[in-house]
């Protein structure tokens, strides 16, 4: 079952139209933001984007995570959505970068 992580309001990113990717540093979504658990059957991380225009929530899941090469510190976060049950798309994904 997908559960439903930690809300994020869509105004905390840019919308980047070249890469079709929505924006932020992980300063942006405040200091006490965390990820949440997407699946009630395992550990994978993510949030809840909340759209600024209909209040519309997809999840979205981190799918692959950026390290530097020397101190193998954490640069970014990619985040794919969890697709619906009807098959539906979203034409989007998420980068947050670790300021």
Known sequence: MILNPTRVSSTKFHW???????FA?????????????VYDDAADQGLTLVSRYDSREIVFVV??????????EITGWHLS????????SI?????????
Do not use: M, Y
């Not at 980047?16 to 929505?22: I, N």
């Not at 540093?25 to 658990?37: A, K, V, Y």
């Not at 959505?81 to 539906?88: E, F, K, T």
């Not at 034409?91 to 300021?99: V, W």
């Open 63 to 72: 799918d692959r995570i950026d390290r530097d090469g020397l101190e193998n």
């Open 91 to 99: 034409p989007f994904t998420i980068l947050i970068a670790n300021d």
């Open 25 to 37: 540093e992980i300063s942006d979504l405040g200091h006490s933001f965390r990820f949440g658990r």
């Open 81 to 88: 959505p969890v697709l619906p049950g009807d098959g539906g």
């Open 16 to 22: 980047v139209k070249a890469s079709s990717e929505f």
